[in-house]
């Protein structure tokens, strides 16, 4: 049987560790020679695909291939681009398989969230029907982690490093000249439907005391009276209030506190940014002086402080999927699993595609305190070992990270330009 | 003669290695037990001093000590405390002479910027008119980088360091996406005066075409039209446009940007922040989808990101500062000397808090390009050696630095309160 080609797309917002995925997934590939062809990536994710706009790998040097695992951001290009039902565009998947035949390709990997694993799906059932039977595996990645049955999702744990050590940092900060200064600091996170990232927030707390003094949950809605007493009562017995507060925080009608602020001198819409919202609120009622952060893409692109266990389960996911092709899998997921608490352990499993595409996995509300601001010990149970470890990037002499800037070689061409 | 102790002393706003200056000054008068007495430092700076709230730092064990060189935030406080001129207040020069006496205090030492230099010169002057000489001296610290006759000042270059980090990490995001998704993204640095960490952000661009394509300067009146033509060219030349604005740029009848801006629903005023304005500019004139960020405290603090040159150097300002004391010096500051740029070599000098105090070292126009959008390579020669080398705090096994928290014990107070 001819060796089949490899195709690899990422989906959706990067995050810290996806290129270690694609590192993993190259890397094993290329392990595989005997079995497996090249491996091509679509520029741009599927967009790329979809234009015939192919990435070949293989001209990438091995030294390259490796410095994917230390860089951030997505270094074939990402989009946000949902394939729609195969009923209303059938034509989208047909012209993913005629690609699929025009660069031999026998295995498609899919390196996203939810959506990513429900076209992934898709792609596998209409290869099929179609008489191009094409193994698709999807690949898990996103920040946000939530995606069903696997335990975590790769990117979570080293944004959520990011947000305790940052927290962590800043509040020291904040204490050292809150006798005489600025005596409540906001810094302002990303996950708009749930409470994951903000929840690792909670980790920089190892002692009664310590900060965040207050974590605003989306999951928990915002009371105003309830927040403004613990900022006062923080303030009162720790000298200062340190909060984390998620993006999409609403309000007990379910509108988002972000959208219920700012206008520019002109009345022109929010501009965004809970934090200076939620700052202002405490400066106009408690009349403490503040501050507020938004870190913004700096969370999730954070490679420089990522967390070893994160890049070790990315660059498994990678290496995992192409194993799933070899033993003929289609239409599966890797996923991790975790095996013990204490101490930490856990295993590359893998899930039916289908059991994973649309599904949101929700934190539990047992992850959230009673009162509705920190987190429980639960919470740190499960959490605390996704952050564990360093993994540093190189530094060049110039005192900047060694991050690799590859120079794309598309594959030709064989097909007309698809019309959307 | 009898062993004289010494008082040491954090001013304004904190950095990611003030207490490296404080472990280099506090083990440096350690290893002269045989000349020197006590090390004890003021809670909240010269307020606690003034209050007789003196930290008697030969109770902190030795490891403790020794883990100041990587925490963060200022371990005995701080405080933004202008003593009044000795004309107007002469009550509160008198009262640090009492606290003097009543502690055997023979050498003083104040940590901060040019204020501090000034209060560190009026104390030295005025211990000698009241018959009580004590030796003062000043020890740079500001991550403004605005003090004089030093060549750069402690702390500046580990927040240059973040800066250029994150710029250059969150850009690679950006880029990864930039074909169907955002375009724009605007980080928002400090830096109210001077240009000084806003530059730091363009030594992410090693080569042409890299992030940051613009950077907003103090220094450089806002143009509307001139900018929004460059971040259109960028988005059109490279795909996407990565800006780093300092918090003080204004416009050009010399009213701050972040001024001109948010109000929230209420009308109230504005809730800070420039990034906002700046990219929603963006949006309302181009059209460009944005991100955008504010490291606000973040940046200051970020002691995981240091750069080992200025770790080192605040450590040696530390240690120097002693060593001035012991060679009978006073109303001197030690100082950073770079005696080569290729390769870079520094060493420490010392300069009289005369010439120090009271004068703000601006950024040479000459370190910004033409356009004033960039840097020039005179700014890259001497901002890139300050930003080199890593220096790691130690983590804990749950993934968190471990910097360390010192329980303060007081000197017994041996005066009636002080009234101001």
Known sequence: MAKKNLLYAQ????????????CGLIETARAHRDKLGKVYAGKDGIIGILNEELIDTSKIRKKHVAQLRHT????FGSCRFKLKSIKENRAEYERLIEIFKAHDIGYFFYNGGGDSADTAYKVSQIGKKMGFP???IGVPKTIDNDLPITDNCPGFGSVAKYVAVSIMEASLDVESMASSSTKVFVLEVMGRHAGWIAAAGGLAQQEKGDPPHIILFPEIPFEQKAFLKKVDDAVKTWGYCSIVVSEGVRDKKGKFLADAGTRDAFGHAQLG?????????????????YHWAVSDYLQRSARHVASKTDVDQAYAMGRAAVELALAGKSGVMPIIERTSDQPYRWKVGEAPLSRVANREKMMPRRFISRDGFGITPSARKYLEPLIRGEDYPPYNKHGLPEYVKLEHQLAPKKLPPFKH
């Open 11 to 22: 989906s959706g917002g990067v995050t810290p560790v996806i290129n270690a995925t694609a």
């Open 72 to 75: 951030p951001g997505g270094a």
């Open 134 to 136: 094409v193994q698709c």
């Open 273 to 289: 940014g809970v934090a200076p919202v939620v700052a202002n609120l405490v400066k106009e009622k408690l009349g403490y002086k």
